[in-house]
């Protein structure tokens, strides 16, 4: 899979045609390969057909809506989603992790910050590679599997999205040390960007989920930590 720029094929899935386009030149102006999609089911349709690197799905879509045309496109394989919301909903956003979406934009958003939130989520695809090579972690009940990208809490295996396993083998690199969100989207998401907050603790609530809210103690107005050997 390319992840530079150059070569990168991306779909772009919104409704309203001056988004769409506006969106499309300006990630074809910084060297990308540019598919475009203007409902639910052509989305999916253009998916199948181009295979791209990363899709940037708006939400609220003809036909069916973005949360939708993400479950099935995840489902055939992954990819990253950087998916746009009209509201700044937690609500929203949480739907939209919860079938796979890595990132998300409220609207109106500024270009310069979509193209940056592009690239930052296409080295993330690299930067998952580097994270496979760190050997596995036991915490007590709680076991990472770094290169075979599986987890197991108390003896059963969970099944996280590749930004919730991310994060958690970031966490897990440093056991019961709080990590603050800044660095955590620096890490796992590729770029220092201070907007990502929000982004994090909606990851770190949907890994919560998952593993045991007990597992991830959060220190407030800082970030966030793995509980080490913590027992559910
Ligand atoms: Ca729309």
New binding site residues.
Partial sequence: MPVNASGARILVV???PV?NQAVTDRLRGSGYDVVQAWDGPGAVTQYESTAPDLVVL????PGFDGHEVCRRIQAARPVPVLM?T?RDDEADILVGLGVGADDYLTKPFRMRELVARVGALLRRVERAAELANRSDTDLGDLRVDAAARRVWADGNEVHLTPTEFDLLVCLAGSPGAVLTRENLYAEVWGWPGASGTRTVDSHVKALRAKIGADRIRTVHGIGYALEPGGTA
């Fill in positions: 919104e409704d309203e988004i708006d939400v609220m879509l746009l009209a």
